[in-house]
């Protein structure tokens, strides 16, 4: 039902084993969900290759290393293989940091209810209480607030207390293409440098779904957040290059 894309580099050694200990907490959590990854860099590639290959199946991982520096033109292709119905999109230092009970029943929770898109970023920020009952602090829709789930929330885009479209999510598949393709066929639109305007990079893709291109724009989508962090981001070493 889900599969991994990753693009990205590990230029830093001591991020290696911060791949390492995300490579191996997302393939326990998902066994049976295939890994489509792109190695930007020939720095380290022989390391991260190793750390794929000692967590992953060989039968689950399609691991390419193409240096083109088109960050959105390389997902989109590694989308174009995959054929479930949802697509898990994570950066290399996030590491699955529940039980793995606990995140087996978000995902079901989702799928079972059909969900479109899953936040898995800032989730402490945005389950504070004043979420929940229905501050939108960047769009003018009154929302009614998070309606209570099993083990997450529900609210529709339209409701969404964050303005961006979080790289860091779980979605439809068909979805992410379509987004990637639109940003793809107008990246030279995006009006602002936030966070990143470089196209090797998925910061690009989250500043051109932001303000008034953000969430809210997607005013009906069905979107879930657990109600408790899921995954993690190890900040302890930054690739900034």
Known sequence: ????????????SERLQVLADSVKSVSQALPNSN??????????????????????????????NDLSESWAHITLSLLNEVTTPYTLAICEDQVVMSTKDKFDRC???????ELDWMLLCKIPQYL??????GYTPYNTN?????????DGYFYLGKHAPHKR????????THWYKERVTEFINNIDNCTHDIPIRD????????????????????ADMKCYIPDEP????VELVKQNR
Do not use: W
């Not at 489509?36 to 199946?57: F, G, M, S, W």
């Not at 899921?230 to 981001?233: D, G, M, Q």
């Open 165 to 172: 479209v979080a790289y860091d999510s779980l979605q439809r």
């Open 35 to 64: 890994f489509y990854v792109n190695y930007n860099t020939k720095h380290n590639l022989d390391e991260v290759l190793a750390i794929y290959t000692q967590y992953v199946a060989p039968e689950k991982l399609n691991f390419y």
């Open 1 to 12: 039902m889900i599969s991994i894309v990753q693009n990205f580099i590990c230029t830093k």
């Open 128 to 133: 504070e209480q004043k979420y929940i009952d």
């Open 142 to 150: 009154k929302s009614p607030g998070y309606t209570r789930l099993q």
């Open 199 to 218: 196209i090797r990079k998925p910061n690009f893709y989250e500043g051109y779904y932001d303000f008034a291109n953000g969430m809210a724009r997607f």
């Open 107 to 113: 995902m079901n929770e989702f799928i079972t209810n």
């Open 230 to 233: 899921i995954l993690l981001e």
